[in-house]
C-alpha cells in the first residue's frame, strides 16, 4: 500500500512565523500535491510538483512556497503565518507512468492553527 | 471552466438502505472520474475512478458508481448502507486532454447514516 506521511496531525503556530509542513511518499510517486480544505470549499490547491526541483502553482499559492529536493519529500512553507491559513492541510502523492487516471493517494492531515 | 459540483451538503440514510451521493461535471472534453471518502480526522482514500468502458464502475467496501455521458453526473451508489458508511464523500474530475495531473474538487457531501 501507498504511505504518504505528513510530519505533524496538530500544529500550534503564532502569525509572522515561518511554518514548514512536511509530506513524505514512498512509493516512487513522481507528482506530489498541497491541498487545503475549509468546510464547504473542498479542497483547494495550494502547489503540486511533478518531479524533483519542479513545481507548479496552483489555485491559491499566495503565502505559500514548496521545496521539492527529493523524489520523496514534498515540503510546504508558510512564509509568514497568518490567521487566515489556519486550516486543514493534505499532502498527496500520485504515480505519473501509466497516464493522468492515476489516483491520488493521501496523507492523513495537519491540522494547523494560527495565533 | 471545469468544474464539479455536489449539490447536496448532507445525505442522511437509515442502515440498511440504498444510498446515493450525486456528482455532476463540467469539462470541455472526456472525463476521468473519480471518488474519495474521508473518515473523520484523517485523509481522503480512494474509492473508485472511471477511465472508459462499462459506465457501471466498482469499487472499495462495496460502493459503486454510474457514468452517465448524455447527464453529465457520476452518481456513488450503495445497495445497503452501514453505519460505518457516516463519512464526507468527494467526488472529482479530470479533462483527459489536460496535460497536468489536477484534479477538480467537488465541495463534499457529508453521508450520514442512521442506526
Known amino acids: 500500500d501507498v504511505k504518504v506521511t505528513q510530519s505533524s496531525r496538530y500544529l500550534v503556530k503564532r502569525t509572522g512565523e515561518k511554518v514548514f509542513l512536511e509530506c513524505v511518499q514512498d512509493?516512487?510517486?513522481?507528482?506530489m500535491f498541497w491541498y487545503r480544505q475549509d468546510p464547504g470549499l473542498g479542497l483547494r490547491l495550494i502547489y503540486f510538483?511533478?518531479?524533483?526541483?519542479?513545481?507548479e502553482k496552483g489555485d491559491i499559492p499566495e503565502g505559500y512556497s514548496v521545496s521539492r529536493e527529493k523524489k520523496e519529500r514534498f515540503s510546504l512553507i508558510l512564509e509568514s503565518a497568518s490567521t487566515n491559513q489556519t486550516s486543514m492541510y493534505l499532502c498527496?502523492?500520485?504515480?505519473?507512468?501509466?497516464?493522468?487516471?492515476?489516483?491520488?493517494?493521501f496523507g492523513d492531515g495537519t491540522r494547523l492553527s494560527i495565533l | 471552466a471545469q468544474s464539479v459540483a455536489q449539490p447536496e451538503d448532507q445525505v442522511n440514510v437509515a442502515e440498511g438502505n440504498p444510498l446515493t451521493v450525486k456528482c455532476t461535471y463540467s469539462v470541455s472534453g472526456n472525463p476521468y472520474l473519480f471518488w474519495y471518502v474521508q473518515y473523520p480526522n484523517r485523509g481522503l482514500q480512494f474509492l473508485l475512478k472511471y477511465i472508459t468502458g462499462d459506465n457501471l464502475v466498482k469499487g472499495s467496501y462495496g460502493f459503486e458508481a454510474e457514468f452517465n455521458k448524455s447527464q453529465t453526473s457520476f452518481h456513488l451508489k450503495k445497495p445497503s448502507a452501514l453505519v460505518s458508511d457516516s463519512a464526507l464523500y468527494f467526488c472529482a474530475v479530470r479533462d483527459r486532454g489536460d496535460s497536468n495531473y489536477q484534479l477538480i474538487w467537488g465541495a463534499g457531501t457529508k453521508l450520514i447514516i442512521k442506526p
Open positions: 512509493m516512487d510517486h513522481e507528482n
Open positions: 498527496a502523492s500520485s504515480l505519473a507512468t501509466g497516464g493522468s487516471n492515476q489516483p491520488q493517494h
Open positions: 510538483s511533478y518531479d524533483v526541483k519542479m513545481k
